[in-house]
């Protein structure tokens, strides 16, 4: 899609139009999904987030909340939702532990956040490469807009994608 079509389509989003609406859980519901998924490592419980996320933008009309891209929101509110998702079943199973200690589940000592670990690893990245990472993949912006938005040419906003996406293989890859 065009720059005008992604303005023509949040227009319309924010209006609550039903056909832009489903417009954008077609394009995003995928995404989400993976996203919801390493941050919960469970299908089922990543597939009902997502579900209830589109949910409650349609039911509670938080469409309106949008404000630059629909994109940007969506990943977001998603990982909100996760993160609050994560807090609550802690908080569940700090009660079970405290009611019945024999009942609590017992994480493994070696168990190691994937999300935590991620993020870690972005962090590692040089800031061209990690402002070219948020940009494409995260942003879903197109290589010449952000090449523009960087000031560099389309190659170097590939060249930086290319060593960015080594370097977190390689860092995700060499965890022990």
């Given at each position: 899609?065009?720059?005008?079509?992604?303005?023509?389509?949040?227009?319309?989003?924010?209006?609550?139009?039903?056909?832009?609406?489903?417009?954008?859980?077609?394009?995003?519901?995928?995404?989400?999904?993976?996203?919801?998924?390493?941050?919960?490592?469970?299908?089922?419980?990543?597939?009902?987030?997502?579900?209830?996320?589109?949910?409650?933008?349609?039911?509670?009309?938080?469409?309106?909340?949008?404000?630059?891209?629909?994109?940007?929101?969506?990943?977001?509110?998603?990982?909100?939702?996760?993160?609050?998702?994560?807090?609550?079943?802690?908080?569940?199973?700090?009660?079970v532990?405290?009611?019945?200690?024999?009942?609590?589940?017992?994480?493994?000592?070696?168990?190691?956040?994937?999300?935590?670990?991620?993020?870690?690893?972005?962090?590692?990245?040089?800031?061209?490469?990690?402002?070219?990472?948020?940009?494409?993949?995260?942003?879903?912006?197109?290589?010449?807009?952000?090449?523009?938005?960087?000031?560099?040419?389309?190659?170097?906003?590939?060249?930086?994608?290319?060593?960015?996406?080594?370097?977190?293989?390689s860092?995700?890859?060499?965890?022990?």
């Amino acid at each position: 899609m065009d720059k005008y079509q992604d303005t023509a389509l949040l227009q319309a989003f924010i209006k609550g139009e039903k056909p832009a609406f489903e417009a954008v859980f077609k394009r995003y519901y995928k995404q989400l999904r993976v996203e919801a998924f390493l941050l919960l490592r469970n299908q089922k419980d990543a597939e009902d987030l997502v579900q209830e996320l589109f949910l409650d933008i349609w039911n509670r009309q938080l469409y309106r909340n949008v404000q630059h891209t629909i994109g940007a929101y969506l990943h977001m509110a998603i990982r909100n939702k996760c993160l609050n998702f994560i807090e609550k079943e802690k908080r569940a199973q700090k009660k079970v532990q405290a009611y019945n200690p024999s009942l609590a589940i017992q994480p493994e000592e070696h168990d190691i956040s994937l999300p935590h670990i991620f993020q870690s690893a972005l962090n590692k990245l040089p800031a061209q490469r990690l402002k070219a990472i948020t940009l494409v993949y995260m942003e879903e912006k197109k290589y010449e807009e952000a090449a523009t938005e960087m000031g560099i040419s389309i190659n170097s906003i590939k060249s930086h994608l290319k060593l960015a996406i080594k370097s977190l293989k390689s860092h995700l890859y060499n965890i022990k």
